[in-house]
């Protein structure tokens, strides 16, 4: 596990621990903690990396997996600029010739409830859809607050 911050590895360690138990192996030797975290974590020998990360850093940490041979999740949005967007593009291209693979996470695709709605629109309930609006934001605006001792760097990149 890495992360830029302890606090986001230990409270995600502790949510795997309670819902799988002994099937959670991450003592602290592996638990990174730093902006070159993902680096220390790739080390680690993972089959697969897991890019849960601010999609600023998902460029660079995903031509990092593939550059190790490793298959790679990146949640969405999976760059935040086009030198972003091409770097992503050259990864998954040296990805596709070492015969890795690559998934990008869409939160609601399997979604029970999301995939009922979308069942029930396709098989015409609500009749012919001529325009549709949808709009995401279930958790509000949020912030973290600066802790003692952070950069102005650190408060950003936290939230």
């Excluded at 302890?6 to 991450?26: S, T, W």
């Excluded at 638990?31 to 020998?45: H, N, Q, S, T």
């Excluded at 995401?136 to 912030?143: E, S």
Aim: charged share 20%; hydrophobic share 40%.
């Amino acid at each position: 596990m890495a992360d830029a911050f302890a606090q986001p590895i230990e409270r995600a360690h502790q949510d795997l621990q309670n819902q799988f138990h002994d099937k959670v192996d991450v003592p602290p030797s592996r638990r990174f903690v730093g902006l070159d975290a993902y680096e220390k974590a790739i080390a680690a020998g993972p089959d697969i990396v897991l890019l849960c990360t601010p999609p600023g850093f998902r460029p660079a940490q995903f031509a990092a997996a593939v550059k190790a041979g490793k298959h790679v999740f990146l949640e969405k949005p999976v760059a935040v600029d086009a030198p972003g967007y091409r770097a992503v593009k050259s990864a998954n291209e040296e990805a596709k010739r070492k015969g890795l693979y690559v998934a990008v996470g869409h939160n609601l695709r399997h979604a029970k409830s999301h995939v009922a709605a979308v069942r029930q629109i396709n098989d015409g309930l609500i009749g012919d859809l001529l325009f549709t609006r949808a709009y995401f934001h279930t958790q509000g605006i949020w912030n973290r607050p600066r802790q003692p001792g952070m950069t102005e760097m650190q408060y950003h990149v936290n939230n």
